[in-house]
């Protein structure tokens, strides 16, 4: 019997679990989510934002390594920059972000 992968992997491939992942088993909540998406829309240069059980976002990081959320951000288009910013922030790997 196969025992069921962490995070939805598939086996033969390689793991980078995500934020998205830690949403997945309850150790991130969609208001922590949520939070830090408010965060970077209020200040840009938010770097470290921490989250619930010692997690920590480099925020400018994740919005650096996306590039859909750099443009978003520089239209005027409110909910289309939450939406990307939200998507950058699911999309971070989680591997070292611990303190």
Known sequence: ???PL???GRRGQASNPTISDLRKTSDVTDDEITAAVDAVLADLTTESYPLAKGWTLDLVAAIASHKGSQDALLTDRNAY???MVHTA???VPHNNQRP
Do not use: T
């Open 1 to 3: 019997m196969r025992r």
């Open 81 to 83: 920059k939450r939406n």
């Open 6 to 8: 962490p995070y939805g």
């Open 89 to 91: 922030i699911l999309l």
